[in-house]
T-cell receptor, first 119, second 110 residues
Framework: GAVVSQHPSWVICKSGTSVKIECRSL??????MFWYRQFPKQSLMLMAT?????????EQGVEKDKFLINHASLTLSTLTVTSAHPEDSSFYIC???????????????FGPGTRLTVL | SQQGEEDPQALSIQEGENATMNCSYKTSINNLQWYRQNSGRGLVHLIL?????REKHSGRLRVTLDTSKKSSSLLITASRAADTASYFCATDLGITALIFGKGTTLSVSS
């Protein structure tokens, strides 16, 4: 159980285009999902916290107009990279927090990541 | 911002040797977790240790937590080539996302 999927697993796009990445919790409901970015040989940096039915909360330095997050349901959050530039090329990873359950309330489950390459 | 800091940044050992990675953090935590990531791949959850626990085992993994020193260590015993990966500690403050350290890159040669 507790599987998180991401789609696509990799994408190559031209500079200036927009790319949408989906994050789904497959067998549980997640009120909160998180988006991370990881540059080569670096750690995961939190970009934003996505709550179902409300606006996302962005970390300092992350442009909310560039990285649009929509958490439309308890099982789906999307990240859209708008007007992508080569410097946006990165590995984007989402995670979902399990809803409810004392023992599991702080557990996050991670998606496999999406490799974005902007030419 | 990053909460955890691992050391060493890189570690090279021979198969069969033990590998020890350390993680230090700055604020009080609910729990601390260790993850593995193979190059270019997703995260694999290894072990979670709660703030009221001092040691935890899982197979060849042993994790310790010292909340007074705000530090944790991950020991991999009898390492194998397949253990080659990056290892991250992540702290859970209970209210927000997991915050990851910079990671240790482990290379195990046969």
């Amino acid at each position: 159980g507790a599987v998180v999927s991401q789609h696509p697993s990799w994408v190559i796009c031209k500079s200036g285009t927009s790319v949408k990445i989906e994050c789904r919790s497959l067998d549980f409901q997640a009120t909160t999902m998180f988006w991370y970015r990881q540059f080569p040989k670096q750690s995961l940096m939190l970009m934003a916290t996505s709550n179902e039915g409300s606006k996302a909360t962005y970390e300092q330095g992350v442009e909310k107009d560039k990285f649009l997050i929509n958490h439309a349901s308890l099982t789906l959050s999307t990240l859209t990279v708008t007007s992508a530039h080569p410097e946006d090329s990165s590995f984007y990873i989402c995670s979902a927090r399990v809803l409810g359950g004392t023992d599991r309330i702080n557990e996050q489950f991670f998606g496999p990541g999406t490799r974005l390459t902007v030419l | 911002s990053q909460q955890g800091e691992e050391d060493p940044q890189a570690l090279s050992i021979q198969e069969g040797e033990n590998a020890t990675m350390n993680c230090s953090y700055k604020t009080s935590i609910n729990n601390l977790q260790w993850y593995r990531q193979n190059s270019g791949r997703g995260l694999v959850h290894l072990i979670l240790i709660r703030s009221n626990e001092r040691e935890k085992h899982s197979g060849r993994l042993r994790v310790t937590l010292d909340t007074s020193k705000k530090s944790s260590s991950l020991l991999i015993t009898a390492s194998r080539a397949a253990d080659t990966a990056s290892y991250f500690c992540a702290t859970d403050l209970g209210i927000t996302a997991l915050i990851f350290g910079k990671g240790t890159t482990l290379s195990v040669s046969s």
